[in-house]
């Protein structure tokens, strides 16, 4: 099968228009309506019901169309992938807003001063796997909790959980606070807005907001805040993730330097 007869084929399925198919793909639809029909005989199932007022998709098609939208995406990923690797001149990391942001910062600064590093370039997003798929990024930090399927992950670090309380709340002089006591909270999220680190701390700053974070997120939140350790709460791992498959001698080495760093973090914590 050829990619002009996939994309032949989910123009239509998407237009569910020989006319307007054959506009977007800029040909005449004669060949248009030919190339689907003989796709249709290769494939021995009809992929459109077609009458004189409209075309549908079959069962089949739409299952065909699914399936063609993946192939597509992967040679478009594929494509990306390969002029990256022929032409590194960078490395992408791409993170969510407040992720390990001391870590990231110390294991970039410390990639770049190594021979043979290349300039790191940081995507703040809350689609990292997207990006990462896509091909948009060579490398992920994220949580180990999220779904890495199709990813090839290294474990970097783990969070301690602390709650964000302001300053004058009836918990913030607290040694450690409790979930359950959170949940009780009218202005408590069980999950993390998706708004920058300075917007979160202001919310809760304001009394608005009430949040869980990673501890490396206390780095950042000035005296506006306080930070609560909430002990019931798992420890997050943060790991560092790519697609599978692939060679990428700039990422190899930048997940060597962040184990290192890492390891270099604990043996200080421990120290201390």
């Given at each position: 099968m050829e990619t002009r007869e996939v994309e032949y084929f989910v123009a239509v399925a998407e237009e569910l228009h020989f006319g307007r198919a054959a506009e977007r793909l800029g040909i005449a639809q004669p060949p248009l309506s030919r190339t689907i029909g003989r796709l249709e005989r290769r494939l021995g199932v009809r992929?459109?019901?077609?009458?004189?007022?409209?075309?549908?998709?079959?069962?089949?098609?739409?299952v065909f169309l699914a399936e063609c939208r993946r192939v597509l995406d992967a040679m478009d990923t594929a494509v990306r992938q390969t002029r990256r690797a022929?032409?590194?001149?960078?490395l992408v990391v791409t993170t969510r807003p407040g992720t390990g942001p001391g870590l990231l910062a110390?294991?970039?600064?410390?990639?770049?001063?190594?021979?043979?590093?290349?300039p790191v370039e940081v995507v703040f997003t809350h689609d990292q796997l997207g990006v990462l798929r896509s091909g948009a990024a060579d490398v992920g930090l994220m949580c180990g909790r999220d779904d890495l399927g199709g990813m090839?992950?290294?474990d970097v670090a783990e969070e301690s959980a602390v709650v964000l309380l302001p300053p004058d709340h009836r918990l913030a002089g607290r040694s450690a606070v409790a979930l359950a006591?959170?949940?009780?909270?009218?202005?408590?999220?069980?999950?993390?807005?998706?708004?920058?680190?300075?917007?979160?701390?202001?919310?809760?700053?304001?009394?608005?907001?009430?949040?869980?974070?990673?501890?490396?997120?206390t780095n950042r939140i000035g005296d506006?805040?306080?930070?609560?350790?909430?002990?019931?709460?798992?420890?997050t791992r943060l790991v560092l993730a790519w697609p599978d498959g692939g060679q990428n001698p700039a990422r190899t080495l930048f997940v060597r330097t962040a184990k290192a760093v890492a390891a270099g973090r604990a043996t200080l914590g421990r120290a201390s």
């Open positions: 992929l459109f019901e077609r009458t004189s007022r409209r075309v549908d998709l079959t069962d089949a098609g739409g022929a032409q590194q001149q960078r110390e294991v970039v600064r410390a990639y770049e001063r190594l021979p043979g590093a290349v090839t992950s290294v006591e959170l949940t009780r909270e009218d202005a408590y999220r069980d999950s993390v807005p998706p708004y920058p680190l300075d917007q979160i701390v202001d919310l809760v700053s304001f009394g608005r907001l009430i949040v869980v974070v990673g501890v490396s997120a506006c805040v306080v930070a609560v350790p909430v002990p019931d709460v798992p420890a």
